[in-house]
């Protein structure tokens, strides 16, 4: 099956530094990917698509300049969480879409912590 | 725009037993149906998925979703139930041609001994 990794599967940085979360597509191409944003006890959040070789498309309310996405190749998508904040502590997950199979296949997810 | 509801937050339930998770959706266009698990600490595993055809849809691990288009359903159902199905389910809709599902809140499925 369709297998999407993630890295780092968990993070703690101090507040101001920045943070790279990778996702890649371990199988199978994709030239479109998401990435979303969970809270606790809560739904996925859509963030951003993220489509190759092309700038990424943000959700209402999310800060492009804060949450930089590069998406330079077929497998690969980073998003990169600009002078972290408390307030940025959470679980990023990422999909990346089959398009054979319109299907989005889903990483482990990240989980930062800013301190 | 598409909006998925479902109905029930947590669902507890004893092992052995059946169960079924609500969903419900709206959509003016033909529409693909997802139910996707999350375990503890997880990303999300796709369960099983209605594009089109049969509207019983099989999955993994046990679980069938039914898609009824007259009632906006896409019910998920497993006859017996193990404790390692203790996880957060959630349902998905996108609107046909769209790669952009929206997701329901989630169902809790809590299972006892």
């Known amino acids: 099956g369709a297998v999407v990794s993630q890295h780092p599967s968990w993070v703690i940085c101090k507040s101001g530094t920045s943070v790279k979360i990778e996702c890649r597509s371990l199988?199978?191409?994709?030239?479109?990917m998401f990435w979303y944003r969970q809270f606790p006890k809560q739904s996925l959040m859509l963030m951003a698509t993220?489509?190759?070789?092309?700038?990424?498309?943000?959700e209402q309310g999310v800060e492009k300049d804060k949450f930089l996405i590069n998406h330079a190749s077929l497998t690969l998508s980073t998003l990169t969480v600009t002078s972290a904040h408390p307030e940025d502590s959470s679980f990023y997950i990422c999909?990346?879409?089959?398009?054979?199979?319109?299907?989005?296949?889903f990483g482990p997810g990240t989980r930062l912590l800013v301190l | 725009a598409q909006s998925v509801t479902q109905l029930d937050s947590q669902v507890p339930v004893f092992e052995e037993a059946p169960v079924e998770l609500r969903c419900n959706y709206s959509s003016s266009v033909s529409v693909y149906l997802f139910w996707y698990v999350q375990y503890p600490n997880q990303g999300l595993q796709l369960l099983l998925k209605?594009?089109?055809?049969?509207?019983l849809v099989k999955g993994i691990n046990g679980f069938e979703a039914e898609f009824n288009k007259s009632q906006t359903s896409f019910h998920l159902r497993k006859p017996s139930v193990h404790i390692s199905d203790t996880a957060e389910y959630f349902c998905a809709v996108s609107e046909g041609g769209s790669y952009i599902p929206t997701f329901g809140r989630g169902t809790s499925l809590i299972v006892h001994p």
């Open positions: 999909s990346a879409l089959s398009n054979r199979q319109e299907t989005q296949y």
């Open positions: 199988d199978f191409q994709a030239t479109t």
């Open positions: 993220s489509n190759e070789g092309s700038k990424a498309t943000y």
């Open positions: 209605y594009l089109s055809g049969s509207t």
